[in-house]
């Protein structure tokens, strides 16, 4: 038996109410470009939207006319979606609460999460959205999912309760000894300042 490996997310779709409606929410308020349009190829009383989300990846929509929005929340049963988190810059992040307050939308304030800062609201359907902001960068030719694992492991080491700053910078600097050589004798910590 063999896995299938997946390398990345393609797209993710969303049933969304009417086209306009999905246009004003995804550009509109996210700002996500709308790149391509055509019929639902599945189903030809929708249509099929294409946003860019930053990334080049891809968040499709399918509308139809007749679906009207809904302001509760999505359903969160087994096997449902909770929430579709985006990345944003710390220049971006900082300024989510004036923004949403500007527009009148209902948010959870930012919460600290540790490794990065969140702050959630709903679409116009009742799907919770959540703008996330990275606290690090990772190494050159790492990634924030192995800065990650790196900090989990510090964490689990140290017996704490959740990953914090001080882990972060730990396992940036264990991923920067493992992958970055020196011609120093030493990697250990030195005090160059007289006593």
Known sequence: MRKLQ??????????GANRQLSI??????????????Q?????PDEGHLYFDPGDGRLITIFTNE???PMHDRTPMDPGCVH??????????????VTRLDERGIKHSGVKDRGFMD???FKDPLGLLIELASYKFFPPEGSSHAAVLLEAHKIRVERGDYNIAEEHLADAIQRIIERSTQT???SRAPANPYPA
Do not use: C
């Open 6 to 15: 997946v390398q990345g997310v393609h797209h993710i779709t969303i049933t």
């Open 24 to 37: 004003d929410f995804w550009e509109g308020v996210l700002g996500m470009p709308f790149v391509f349009d």
């Open 39 to 43: 019929p639902n190829l599945d189903n």
């Open 66 to 68: 007749k679906r009207k």
């Open 83 to 96: 929430h579709i988190a985006f990345n944003v810059s710390a220049a971006s992040f900082k300024q989510v």
């Open 118 to 120: 969140s702050i959630y």
């Open 183 to 185: 011609l120093s004798d």
